[in-house]
C-alpha cells in the first residue's frame, strides 16, 4: 500500500473581492484542476482571501489611534494607526520592540503584529485576519458537504514567526474537520512502551505544508487541495491548539 | 500548468540497527515504491533511524549522573541518569519544571529534553540525537548525487513541541540542498508593494508535511520522498533557521 500525501494548488485563483463566494471559487478552482472531492480530502486557504472575502480591509486614514496606542507607537517606531488596529485586534501584549509587538490574537494565538498584513493590500489600507476562522472553515465544510457530497476538512492558515528559529511557517487559524491535536498517548510503539506523551499538531503540520506549496506573495496561490491524510476527520477548532496561559512557560 | 507537492512514504523501510548504511536503505526503499530520483526531489528522514545507525543509544545503567543533574532531577522528578545524558546533550538550561526540561541543544536548537527518546527504545535505553544531523544530510546527498546522478535535499527531522502552541510539529534538525530559509525581502507583492520582511522557513515546513506522513509510532514510516519543491536547491544547514539569541524575545 502506498501512503501519499498530495498537495495541489488550484491554479489560476482570481483575485479575491469583498463579498465574494469562496465556496463558489474553490468549486471553480477544483474543476479548473481535475479534482474531484472524495470524503476525508482537505481545502487549505490562506486567510488572506478569506479576510478579503469579508471585507476585513481597513483604510489607515479612517482609524485614530488611542494614547496606549501612540505610547507604544513611540516605543516601536510603527505607525500608531497600525498600533491601534492591532491594539484593537489582541487581548495583550507580550513583548514589543523597534517595529515588532507580538500579542496574544483575540483568536487566542500569540502572534507578531496581531496579523495585520500589509502586503498585498493598496497604499494606507491594512488587511486584519478573519472575523471568525473557525466559523467560516465549519461553513465552508459544510457547503462542500452540500455541494459536493463529500465531507472534507476546511482549514484557514497564516504564516507566523516562532520563539527560538528563524522564518514563518503556515499555521492554522481555523479548522473544521482536519483533527487539529492528535493524541498519541499511551499508544504502543515499536517495541510496545507505552509513548508517554505525543500530541501532535497534525492540522499545523497540514498548514505548513499548504503553506510551503503557496509560495511567494507574486505567484498568488491561495488555496490548495489536500489528499492522503490518513487521519479520521471529526469535529474540531483552533482552540486545540493553543496552550492554556497556565501551561505556557514562554509567556 | 500544476502546481503540486507529493510526498511518499517508502514503505516496508525496516528497522534501522547500529551501522546499518542508510544510502542503501533508502535506494532499496526508492525502488521498492518505483520511485526514479530527479533533481529537485527530496529525501526526508525521521531522526531516530539516523541517530540508531550511529549506535546513539545508551543504557541508562552506565550513566553516572554529575551533582547538577541530581539536582535537576529532583527539581524536575526525571530520572538522574536521563538528566545527565539531557546536559551533556546541552548548552543550557531555559526552564525547567515537573518532568520537563529546556534546552538549547549542543546543535543549536531549543527543545525538551535535548531530543533525547525514549519511545521506541528497548526498557533502559534511550535514543540521543544524531551526532552532525547536517554533515549526515550533506553525506547522503553527496551519495545520491553519485550513486543516482541526481541532486537532491535531504532533511533530518525530529518533533518538537511549541511555545504558546500545543502540539509536536516536525522541523528540520539537519539540511542539506533544501533552502532552509527562503527569503522574501524586497520581492514585490501582487500590488508591487515591496514585502517588508519575509523569510519563509521552507525546510520547517516542509519537515512537517514529511512528519504529518510519517505518522504514529506504530507504523513505522521514517523515510519519505518529496517531489514538487519549486524551490532551487543550494547548500543549506540548519543553522539558518536558529534565531541568534540576542535577536530571540523568548529566551
Same mark, same amino acid.
Given at each position: 500500500?502506498?501512503?501519499?500525501?498530495?498537495?495541489?494548488?488550484?491554479?489560476?485563483?482570481?483575485?479575491?473581492?469583498?463579498?465574494?463566494?469562496?465556496?463558489?471559487?474553490?468549486?471553480?478552482?477544483?474543476?479548473?484542476?481535475?479534482?474531484?472531492?472524495?470524503?476525508?480530502?482537505?481545502?487549505?486557504?490562506?486567510?488572506?482571501?478569506?479576510?478579503?472575502?469579508?471585507?476585513?480591509?481597513?483604510?489607515?486614514?479612517?482609524?485614530?489611534?488611542?494614547?496606549?496606542?501612540?505610547?507604544?507607537?513611540?516605543?516601536?517606531?510603527?505607525?500608531?494607526?497600525?498600533?491601534?488596529?492591532?491594539?484593537?485586534?489582541?487581548?495583550?501584549?507580550?513583548?514589543?520592540?523597534?517595529?515588532?509587538?507580538?500579542?496574544?490574537?483575540?483568536?487566542?494565538?500569540?502572534?507578531?503584529? =496581531?496579523?495585520? @498584513?500589509?502586503?498585498?493590500?493598496? %497604499?494606507?489600507?491594512?488587511? *486584519? +485576519?478573519?472575523?471568525?476562522?473557525? /466559523?467560516? &472553515?465549519?461553513?465552508?465544510?459544510?457547503?462542500?458537504?452540500?455541494?459536493?457530497?463529500?465531507?472534507?476538512?476546511?482549514?484557514?492558515?497564516?504564516?507566523?514567526?516562532?520563539?527560538?528559529?528563524?522564518?514563518?511557517?503556515?499555521?492554522?487559524?481555523?479548522?473544521?474537520?482536519?483533527? =487539529?491535536?492528535? @493524541?498519541?498517548?499511551?499508544?504502543? %510503539?515499536?517495541?510496545?512502551? *507505552? +509513548?508517554?506523551?505525543?500530541?501532535? /499538531?497534525? &492540522?499545523?503540520?497540514?498548514?505548513?505544508?499548504?503553506?510551503?506549496?503557496?509560495?511567494?506573495?507574486?505567484?498568488?496561490?491561495?488555496?490548495?487541495?489536500?489528499?492522503?491524510?490518513?487521519?479520521?476527520?471529526?469535529?474540531?477548532?483552533?482552540?486545540?491548539?493553543?496552550?492554556?496561559?497556565?501551561?505556557?512557560?514562554?509567556?
Amino acid at each position: 500500500m502506498i501512503h501519499q500525501l498530495s498537495l495541489t494548488a488550484l491554479a489560476g485563483f482570481p483575485l479575491v473581492e469583498k463579498g465574494d463566494d469562496l465556496h463558489r471559487m474553490i468549486t471553480e478552482g477544483l474543476r479548473r484542476a481535475q479534482i474531484t472531492l472524495r470524503d476525508g480530502d482537505g481545502i487549505v486557504l490562506a486567510q488572506k482571501i478569506v479576510s478579503k472575502s469579508e471585507g476585513r480591509m481597513r483604510s489607515l486614514q479612517d482609524v485614530h489611534p488611542s494614547p496606549t496606542a501612540l505610547e507604544l507607537a513611540t516605543e516601536t517606531g510603527k505607525d500608531p494607526r497600525l498600533v491601534e488596529l492591532i491594539l484593537q485586534e489582541s487581548r495583550s501584549v507580550l513583548r514589543k520592540r523597534e517595529n515588532l509587538i507580538i500579542v496574544e490574537h483575540r483568536l487566542g494565538f500569540v502572534c507578531a503584529n =496581531a496579523g495585520i @498584513d500589509h502586503s498585498n493590500v493598496r %497604499d494606507g489600507w491594512v488587511l *486584519l +485576519l478573519p472575523e471568525d476562522p473557525d /466559523g467560516t &472553515a465549519r461553513e465552508l465544510r459544510e457547503a462542500f458537504r452540500d455541494s459536493h457530497q463529500a465531507d472534507i476538512g476546511v482549514m484557514i492558515i497564516d504564516s507566523h514567526g516562532r520563539a527560538w528559529r528563524l522564518g514563518t511557517v503556515g499555521v492554522a487559524i481555523g479548522v473544521a474537520g482536519f483533527p =487539529a491535536l492528535v @493524541d498519541m498517548r499511551g499508544r504502543p %510503539d515499536l517495541f510496545n512502551n *507505552l +509513548l508517554q506523551s505525543t500530541q501532535v /499538531g497534525l &492540522a499545523d503540520e497540514i498548514a505548513a505544508a499548504a503553506s510551503a506549496l503557496m509560495g511567494q506573495a507574486d505567484e498568488g496561490r491561495p488555496a490548495i487541495h489536500v489528499r492522503g491524510l490518513e487521519q479520521p476527520l471529526r469535529n474540531s477548532s483552533l482552540r486545540e491548539l493553543i496552550r492554556p496561559e497556565e501551561e505556557d512557560l514562554f509567556r
